[in-house]
């Protein structure tokens, strides 16, 4: 039986936060590490200090927005980006095949406004993405859903709830366009094992002064598992460390492991 780990982060700029990334890689050591909103160039990746630590790195992105990451130990079997829909989304998704995995790296679009295309490009990315699982994937399979998927997805996911409802992140229409998305076949795993606490966050917007000391908080980093792997999993949790240190991203890091065959 083998331990097996995996970890999610957006990193808000992936060369802003080499100094978090590869020192936490170091000590945690997950088998992989999805990270999103990396905001560089496919070119201009910084690709040596992950192989320099024994990790495998595949990303795709452009060096202002959006862009996403994958760092394994292992090299993957298969690798493919977007929604095969619209090349425009490659830098939102990586779908990524390891032996007795696949895992899927996402960075929902944050949606801006309610009242805007943004915000129903959001709901439509939902819709997307559950049509690739429905014509791609088996929920009998082991596969992961991870990443930045800008929505909390229930009041205890928030730090103020009453204030911050209808928020593009927290209102009914994203709570269902993820609740649909999740029928298909799949778990929160932190609620596996946190089923009814509140003042877990993973973002912490840098906007808001002293915000992390404050506890004010959003649960909007997710990871989620078909039945296979939530029967496997045995922890998941949040690291509140990078987010505490210093020149950090907004959010910080969730993980989940796993007892394997």
Known sequence: ???FKIATYNVNSIRSRLHIVIPWLRENRPDILCMQETKVSDAEFPVSPFGEIGYQIVFRGDKRYNGIATASLKKPTSVS???D????????????????ITVLNSYVPQGRD??????????????RFKNLLEKS??????????????????PIDVHDPKRLLGHVCFNPDVWNA???VKSWGLSDLFRKFYPDASGHYTFFDYRVRDSVAKGLGWRID?????PSLTEKSIRCSIDM?????????????????????
């Open 1 to 3: 039986m083998k331990i």
């Open 81 to 83: 980006f977007g929604l």
């Open 85 to 100: 829909d619209d090349p425009a989304d490659e830098d939102r998704l990586i779908r990524v095949v390891f032996p007795g």
């Open 114 to 127: 309610r009242e805007s295309e943004h915000f129903f490009y959001k709901l439509e990315w939902f819709k």
């Open 137 to 154: 994937y088996s929920k009998k399979a082991p596969i992961l859903w991870c990443g930045d998927l800008n929505v909390a997805p229930e």
């Open 178 to 180: 993820f609740a649909d």
């Open 222 to 226: 997710h990871i989620l598992t078909t």
């Open 241 to 261: 460390k990078p987010r505490l240190a210093e020149k950090p991203s907004d959010h910080t890091i969730l993980t989940a492991e796993f007892k394997i065959d």
